[in-house]
């Protein structure tokens, strides 16, 4: 069923994610809300490091419910979006992060509650750039999903698309499990997750109920809550 969208964009702006806040802030009831934008000043990614803007680049950022399961909600919303791009074969990485057909990141996401909602930030790179280049430090670079030179038009009816996609097809916790396991480009091989406090080396087994990332290692599970991933 087709949803009412309001949905306020921008050519530029500092963050899409402080203008939906700012918004709701104004507002006593919240309604499909999206905001969106080809170019932020301020943008965020995970654990506050921020998230440039780059031509062809797409920033959103949306109101949503949550997943039945809290903390798969972002992980369905990568699953959703997989689908979405089908024809670009995009793969996932625990947790966030979504990966182009050459295993470079090119999209992530950030969830956070407010209220009974969640609002959710997602950055796109989705056509070519001079600026994205492999990073030695990591197994995954940063690069495009698709060689499409994208416009400001382009840009909020595309942003537009997605969010309507992704409110109009919404998994169950049962199928976020199975079908972010199908998209994940890890899955079964040797990784690393690392946190400030601890490393957890094994076989990525796939995801658990509340989106843990399962660590196999001599015959023992490991359930993992956050960190960031590495391939040994």
Known sequence: ?????????????????????????????IPNLLVSSGSQSKGRGRSDNKWDSIE????????IEPNSVL?????????????????YSLKLKWPNDLLNSQQMKCAGLLCQTYKDKILVGIGINYG??????RSQQYK???????????????IKIISH??????????????????TWNSYCTHLNQKVEIRDDKRVDSG????????????????DLITKVYSGSLFLN
């Open 161 to 178: 698309s997605i969010y309507s996609y992704i409110i109009n097809n919404r998994l169950t916790s049962e199928e976020t499990i199975e």
């Open 203 to 218: 076989v990525f087994k796939g995801i658990g109920p509340n989106g843990e990332a399962l660590i196999e290692s001599k």
């Open 1 to 29: 069923m087709n949803q009412n969208i309001e949905h306020l964009h921008f050519e530029k702006c500092e963050s899409t994610q402080t203008i939906l806040k700012d918004e709701l802030n104004l507002r006593d009831s």
């Open 71 to 87: 903390t798969l909600t972002s992980l369905e919303l990568g699953a959703i979006i997989c689908n979405y791009f089908h024809d």
């Open 140 to 154: 995954f670079g940063r690069s495009h999903i698709t060689n499409k030179q994208i416009n400001d038009s382009d």
């Open 56 to 63: 062809n680049s797409i920033a959103m950022s949306f109101v």
């Open 128 to 133: 070519p750039s001079q600026i994205l280049e």
